[in-house]
């Protein structure tokens, strides 16, 4: 299993579609945005998104989210290869919410870093985001985290990141299914 871990806009999709393409076998990919888009609209205490680009969430997204980080987990101990791509908005507290899910299985945390300004530049392009999003979320999403491996998207294409993850991953054996 591999965790993605960056800011709005900082390429994290980019390159599990690159790691789909480079690694040998099939691997899922599945992100925060997956989980977002699959719930409904009025969820209680859910998540919120603010003029300026803050992103807030409630009990009831955490109660979604948790279901979903254990439905994740049960995929990859049943053989799924799956890469997550996410935003620790909770920096440490949020992969920790990640580590008890994925308690026995075999991860690489990789860190997606860009430089918020050129991140802010991806975020107008796409112009699907919050304005400000990607910029406040550059540096607050790694507060803490511990990676095995960080790439920067602002130095390096979502591809030449992916071959260098693909490396770690063949080399260290992550994403082979569990040993229960």
């Known amino acids: 299993m591999i965790v993605l871990n960056g800011g709005s806009s900082s390429g994290k999709s980019g ?11 099939p691997w899922l990919t599945l992100g925060v945005d997956t989980l977002i ?5 009025a969820v209680d205490e859910g998540i919120e998104f603010a003029g300026d680009g803050g992103v807030s969430v409630g009990s ?5 989210e948790d279901a979903w980080m254990a439905g994740v987990a049960a995929m990859v101990r049943a053989g799924a290869r799956v890469i997550i791509d996410d935003a620790f908005l909770g920096g440490a507290a949020s992969q920790r919410r ?6 026995g299985l075999d991860v690489l945390w990789v860190g997606v870093r860009c430089d918020g300004v050129v991140a802010a530049g991806r975020e107008m392009a796409r112009g699907d985001r919050v304005t400000g999003m990607a910029e406040a979320q550059a540096e607050v999403v790694h ?6 491996f960080e790439v920067d998207t602002g130095v390096n294409e979502a591809l030449a990141c992916a071959r260098e993850i693909a490396a770690r991953v063949l080399t260290a054996g992550a994403g082979s299914p569990a040993v229960e």
């Open 37 to 41: 888009d699959a719930m409904p609209a």
């Open 143 to 148: 507060r803490g985290v511990v990676y095995d």
């Open 60 to 64: 009831g997204f955490r109660q979604l």
């Open 98 to 103: 990640w580590r008890d899910a994925l308690d």
């Open 15 to 25: 390159i599990a579609r690159c790691l789909q393409a480079v690694l040998p076998d």
